[in-house]
């Protein structure tokens, strides 16, 4: 065993927990939705958001599946506690069932598990491919909501990830890096993907007006710059000292302290990505979504 999974099992040693709570799954007619959650700099909370997210959708009765898509540093396992044993590189060497690879978390919902298996996704062969949509159609109907969790940056991958995605969360935080990174991913995005819609999403600030000024610094650069794509400001999350402390005991903040409040701006954030989008745009199922990250 190499040392980075030494450490891997070491942290993740004392982590069996039953599920904390107990969700009704929702009604299997609801769309798909597949969310990335994304940022152009590293450390802004992507992971953290991410895990809470899919808590509290799982709060209102969605069925959720995490998506690790963070190829250098997968580290969702590690902060909900747990040691998959597979990832999908095991479902594209044949080896195993996407069934088999999904693990579900201690909190209830699930995760993709994909470490380096995902680095050729997009160099995959064509029996690779359809090998793996028949695979897909095995949890065709298992899911409400998909949520990606991106690497930083504007490595290609980072860009099939959210260009694959139906909706794009976009964090940042008050570091001008941010800011300015932040409009480089959109930048992207926008020019050579055609995306138009991005979804906003200010962490780590102390009020209400410091995150409307950070948006609105975003905004006003890409209306002047870019002027096609349109962004929506769809909330943001105090720093909450609840948040490392969460980390350090591999549980996620919404599920142990739902009155924290980083984890009432999460659960205010899932309402009104549900039920408050003034355009909603459903299309696709689940395989829609692989075909255009696997581009065939
Ligand atoms: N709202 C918050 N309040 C306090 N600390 C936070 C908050 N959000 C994130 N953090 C802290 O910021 C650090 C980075 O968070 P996280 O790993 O989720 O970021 P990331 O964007 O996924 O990073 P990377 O780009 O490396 O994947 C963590 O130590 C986390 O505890
Ligand atoms: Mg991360």
Redesign the pocket.
Known sequence: MDQAAGLRKMVNMETTVPPLTVYKNSAPNMPLRVISVT?GK????????TANLAVAFQKLNKRVLILDA?LG?A?MDI?LGINPRYTIGNVLSGEKSLEDVIVTTPVGFKLLPAASGMQELTELGEDQKRFLLNELDAINEDFDIILI?T??GISSNVMYFNFAAMERIV?LTNEPTSLTDAYALIKVLTGKYNQKRFKVLI??VQDASEADRIFRSLSIAVDKYLQSPSLDYVGW?????M??KA?RRQKPLVDTHPDSP?SKSIIALAERILFKEEELNFEGDIKFFWRRLLNC
Not at 42 to 49: A, E, L, N, Y
Not at 237 to 241: C, L, N, S, T
Request: no cysteine; charged share 20%; net charge negative.
């Open positions: 940022s590293g450390g802004v909370g992507k992971t953290s958001i963070d540093l580290n902060m969790d690497s930083a964090v962490n780590l999350i105090p720093y909450d000292k948040i490392p980390i980083a």
